[in-house]
Nanobody, 124 residues
Framework: EVQLVESGGGLVHVGGSLRLSCAAS????????MNWVRQAPGKGLEWVSG????????LNAGAVKGRFTISRDNTNNTVYLQMNSLRPDDTAVYYC?????????????????WGQGTQVTVSS
């Protein structure tokens, strides 16, 4: 059974930090690009960050550039998102998602696998 399980979300004040984790199982983790996608309350999906299979190339959305860092550990089948300098508009459910290539889609159907999400709330 394919599983992507996100963790590490919570409530923080503006300017704080969180580190999200996504544990993968049931598929060949190292064969997929991994992404973080978020959905704010009442809004659509927003692609946040992606990292290649080997973990040496990554991209961030402009809204999080310089604040968020994606990384992966292929030995432990885990992808991370380090979030610093958090803002209230970062409040969202954060999902990890696997794709066969570089993609920045807002449609879940464009990804191969999805997690259940973890809530991040940033208060002012």
């Amino acid at each position: 059974e394919v599983q992507l399980v996100e963790s590490g979300g919570g409530l923080v004040h503006v300017g704080g930090s969180l580190r999200l984790s996504c544990a993968a199982s049931g598929f060949t983790f190292s064969s997929y690009r991994m992404n973080w996608v978020r959905q704010a309350p009442g809004k659509g999906l927003e692609w946040v960050s992606g990292i290649n299979r080997g973990g040496w190339s990554w991209l961030n959305a402009g809204a999080v550039k310089g604040r968020f860092t994606i990384s992966r550990d292929n030995t432990n089948n885990t992808v991370y998102l380090q979030m610093n300098s958090l803002r209230p508009d970062d409040t969202a459910v954060y999902y990890c998602a696997a794709s066969s290539g570089q993609i920045m889609s807002t449609l879940k159907s464009d990804y191969d696998y999805w997690g259940q999400g973890t809530q991040v709330t940033v208060s002012s």
